[in-house]
């Protein structure tokens, strides 16, 4: 099999949890998106929540600005985001479900229920030119659903796979590979992400269908104990073994 290289896109949203604890500059979550660059992400992912708890609206202006590598804007399907996106144009724009009361997001969006809701968002987003993804479960039926209303990339999530031990876990797993394939043979590129941790990114790295992966809070939480360059530097060595490794395979 020919060696597809995995991206790694960081997401620097809990660097703003911790600044904005104490309401002050710092710490910067531009700054850390910088290191983050520097330290093997391909990408930077933020979150900007209509409550407004981590990432802040000057936040994304300055990334917009200020880095050099694609920035994956997150957003719920509401007419504020919409109008926030197409001001500043991201790279990308990955759809999520969103709810006030959760403390992050809890599961991937509905596609399937939402189809009517969500194609004018993916029209306007795809038509600015900004490439649209929609954050979904592994299942066929919300890809499907993705595909039908246009979006060109679908990021399965992969919390209940993190979550679970054991047959369970291989269960989720499964499912994982499975969704992802199903997205290569219907055209959809495939993102993953959502609760990875070293012990966790190597299965999903390996399935050669996924082309990047999203992965921030553990970052951010390891950052504590031997600092964010080294974190990420990890994180991509693991991804890249782990890629390599399932290349030489052939599988």
Excluded at 3 to 29: E, Q
Excluded at 221 to 240: K, N
């Amino acid at each position: 099999m020919t060696y597809r290289r995995l991206r790694l896109g960081v997401n620097i949203d809990h660097v703003a949890t911790i600044r904005n604890a104490r309401g002050s500059r710092h710490p910067d979550p531009v700054r850390a998106a910088g290191v983050a660059v520097k330290a093997g992400a391909d990408g930077i992912t933020a979150h900007l929540r209509e409550d407004r708890r981590h990432i802040s609206d000057e936040d994304i202006t300055r990334l917009s600005r200020e880095i050099e590598v694609p920035l994956n804007l997150e957003m719920a399907a509401t007419e504020e985001m919409l109008e926030i996106a197409l001001r500043h144009k991201p790279h990308a724009a990955c759809i999520v479900p969103e709810k006030r009361q959760e403390r992050t997001t809890e599961g991937g969006l509905d596609v399937v229920a939402g189809l009517d809701h969500l194609e004018p968002y993916v029209a306007a987003l795809g038509g600015a030119g900004i490439r649209v993804s929609m954050f979904v479960e592994p299942e066929v039926s919300q890809l499907d659903a993705a595909a039908s209303i246009g979006a060109p990339v679908v990021e399965l999530h992969t919390g209940a796979y993190c979550e679970a031990d054991g047959e369970d876990q291989k269960q989720e797993f499964a499912r994982i590979a499975s969704a992802a394939a199903h997205a290569e043979d219907i055209g959809l590129e495939c993102h993953a992400g959502h609760g990875l941790t070293y012990d966790t990114v190597i299965p999903v790295a390996a399935i050669p269908t996924i082309v990047e992966l999203n992965i921030g809070h553990f970052l951010v939480g390891e950052a504590i104990f031997g600092g964010l360059d080294s974190a990420i530097r990890r994180m991509r060595a693991l991804m890249d073994t782990a890629r390599a490794r399932d290349a030489g395979q052939g599988t």
